[in-house]
């Protein structure tokens, strides 16, 4: 694989860009396709642009977007909007009787026009099935698609950081259960990721290190390691916030998904379907969770900024969740229940 002319994946995907009569774009990536046309770079405009107000105490964010509030709530599998269109019956967000891996900009978004992006990824066409359960193949073909989108959105104005994520599961509030990831470009870079950025950007001028190539030296092969294939691990961090949270990342340095070379791209695939698979095992049946994937902002932490994937599982027991709470939500201070070597214990022992 390689970097391509004009920004192209250059993979073995093909990518067809087609727009709704609402302005919307779909993009629809199959394998062994050509990349035919260009993503309209004024994207929709037939929802007003998400209104931001400034926390000044906790100097933030905050993104009001009222029309949110009519998107489509537990359809059922009959009306998914993420399906593609049967034959004689409604029209779908994919017009298509099928299709492989599809994304397009959400009718509901915080953020769009010049402001920024708000994209869905349904990452199959099937409606009954998870991430966790799709082959290798198909996920490296996702990372391909992730990929994509992180060059195309990096590139749009008004986008200050790109952010890949999925929520999974009701108890997450997931609203829509085909097995989809959404994309954010923010018009701002978010609070975590700032945060993110100012230690590491520290750790670099005191030791002229990477704080993250410095924590996976400390995780390979130790107590707290779930799976890897010497090229990507998943990990409970010593200092996980949930119980079941797993990190995944690259051993090799790397800012963001655009610098990965192609076995680290395939062995993204690889630790992350073992992953989900343990997650899905631990319960036996599909946990919920949070997925966020930390990149660095364009143009910004290139040398010191480590990529890595963030997964949060609610759950603390099999039929116990973990709120947040006072602590938690009225001083950010987690209080977490397990230890991180006994929950790596359990999912490593799920291979
Ligand atoms: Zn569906
Ligand atoms: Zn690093
Ligand atoms: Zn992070």
């Avoid at 509030?69 to 537990?74: K, L, N, P």
């Avoid at 700032?194 to 993250?212: G, I, K, Q, V």
């Avoid at 995780?219 to 949270?245: C, K, S």
Wanted: net charge neutral; charged share 25%.
């Amino acid at each position: 694989m390689g970097e391509g002319g004009d920004g192209s994946v250059g993979g073995r995907l093909g990518r067809r860009v087609l727009v709704k009569p609402d302005g919307r774009y779909l993009l629809l990536f199959e394998p062994g396709g050509s990349r035919q046309g260009r993503v309209p770079e004024e994207a929709s405009r037939s929802r007003g642009a998400g209104e931001l107000r400034w926390h000044p105490l906790l100097r933030e964010w905050v993104t009001v977007a009222p029309w949110r509030q009519e998107r489509t709530y537990h359809p059922p599998p009959e009306h998914c909007p993420l399906c593609p269109t049967r034959p004689g019956g409604l029209e779908t967000e994919i017009p298509l009787p099928d299709y492989h891996i599809a994304v397009f900009e959400n009718r509901f978004p915080a953020y769009a026009g010049r402001q920024g992006r708000c994209e869905v990824v349904c990452y199959t066409s099937a409606h009954r099935t998870s991430l966790g359960a799709q082959s290798v193949d198909h996920a490296r073909d996702l990372v391909e698609v992730w990929r994509d989108r992180v060059e195309d959105l990096s590139r749009s104005p008004g986008v200050r950081y790109v952010y890949v994520f999925e929520n999974r599961g009701e108890v997450i509030g997931v609203t829509l259960h085909h097995p989809h990831g959404q994309i954010y470009g923010y018009p701002f870079v978010p609070p975590v990721i700032e945060r993110e950025l100012a230690s590491s950007a520290a750790y670099l001028r005191r030791t002229r290190r990477c704080l993250y190539c410095d924590l996976l030296a400390e995780e390979i092969g130790g107590p707290r390691t779930v799976a890897g294939d010497g090229r990507w691990l998943a990990f409970v961090p010593p200092f996980a916030r949930w119980p079941y949270e797993v990190h995944l990342a690259p051993l090799a340095h790397a800012g963001g998904l655009t610098e990965l070379g192609p076995e680290e791209s395939d062995s993204l695939a690889r630790v992350l379907i073992d992953l989900l698979r343990r997650y899905d095992r631990l319960f036996r049946r599909p946990l919920p969770y949070v997925m966020a994937m930390h990149q660095r902002p364009p143009g910004r932490g290139g040398s010191h900024y480590h990529l890595h994937i963030e997964f949060y599982p609610p759950n603390r027991s099999a039929d116990r969740l973990k709120y947040l709470a006072g602590s938690e939500l009225g001083a950010g201070a987690f209080l977490v229940d397990a230890r991180a070597e006994d929950t790596a214990r359990e999912l490593r022992g799920l291979g």
